[in-house]
Nanobody
Framework: QVQLVESGGGLVQAGGSLRLSCAAPGRTFSRNVMGWFRQAPGKEREFVAA????????YYTDSVKGRFTISRDNGKNTVYLQMNSLKPEDTAVYYC?????????????WGQGTQVTVAS
């Protein structure tokens, strides 16, 4: 299985921005649909966004539409999540994973995630 490494999280004020990265050192996921998930304290992990292998199709959960943008650079074997207009409710640990398109079912092991904290 591909070992995924998420990075780019941090503490930001409400309204601020962060860009998360997801890489798979030594492996490739250029043919995978990739997704971002998040898990807030005391809550189940939830799907956030997905992108197909070419980057031509994306999907977002309603709560992040218009604020988050998922993208990928297959040459760098990296998937990104640009997060703008952040809200305190976006506070969570963010994870990436290959997924099945439309069901968003995660296919791989979970990495350590990256913590995003949005202060009000």
């Amino acid at each position: 299985q591909v070992q995924l490494v998420e990075s780019g999280g941090g503490l930001v004020q409400a309204g601020g921005s962060l860009r998360l990265s997801c890489a798979a050192p030594g492996r490739t996921f250029s043919r995978n649909v990739m997704g971002w998930f998040r898990q807030a304290p005391g809550k189940e992990r939830e799907f956030v966004a997905a992108i197909n292998w070419s980057g031509g199709s994306t999907y977002y959960t309603d709560s992040v539409k218009g604020r988050f943008t998922i993208s990928r650079d297959n040459g760098k074997n990296t998937v990104y999540l640009q997060m703008n207009s952040l809200k305190p409710e976006d506070t969570a640990v963010y994870y990436c994973n290959p997924v099945v398109w439309s069901s968003w079912y995660p296919l791989g092991s979970w990495g350590q995630g990256t913590q995003v904290t949005v202060a009000s």
